[in-house]
């Protein structure tokens, strides 16, 4: 069975950080693109950030994150990490780590993600 299972949201003040995880299990994703998006209240699901693997990895974001928002994989732990900075309260929402076979064309996509995770709330008081 597999399962992608985040953690590491919270309650942090704008201006400061976190550190999403997501580990994988059930099967090994190093070949496949993964990303992280979010849903904010009241708020349609949007995407965050992309690892394509394609091409020796390549990384997206969104470029309301750009600058500020880091992703990154070890795919020895099988995990996908998602270092945040600089937040801001716009930034609440619940965020989702997915896997699947998106490509450099279709990483915004969430129908290119097969597997999902449950989400980890991520709120930013200002």
């Known amino acids: 069975q597999v399962q992608l299972v985040e953690s590491g949201g919270g309650l942090v003040q704008a201006g400061g950080s976190l550190r999403l995880s997501c580990v994988a299990s059930?099967?090994?994703?190093?070949?496949?693109?993964m990303g992280w998006f979010r849903q904010g209240p009241g708020k349609e699901r949007e995407f965050v950030a992309a690892h394509i693997t394609w091409n020796g990895g390549r990384t997206y974001y969104a470029d309301s994150v750009k600058g500020r928002f880091t992703i990154s994989r070890d795919n020895a732990k099988n995990t996908l990490y998602l270092e945040m900075n600089s937040l801001k309260p716009e930034d609440t929402a619940v965020y989702y780590c997915a896997a699947g076979s998106p490509t450099t064309m279709t990483y915004r996509l969430g129908n290119q993600y097969t597997y999902w995770g449950q989400g980890t709330q991520v709120t930013v008081s200002s």
């Open positions: 059930g099967r090994t994703f190093s070949r496949n693109g």
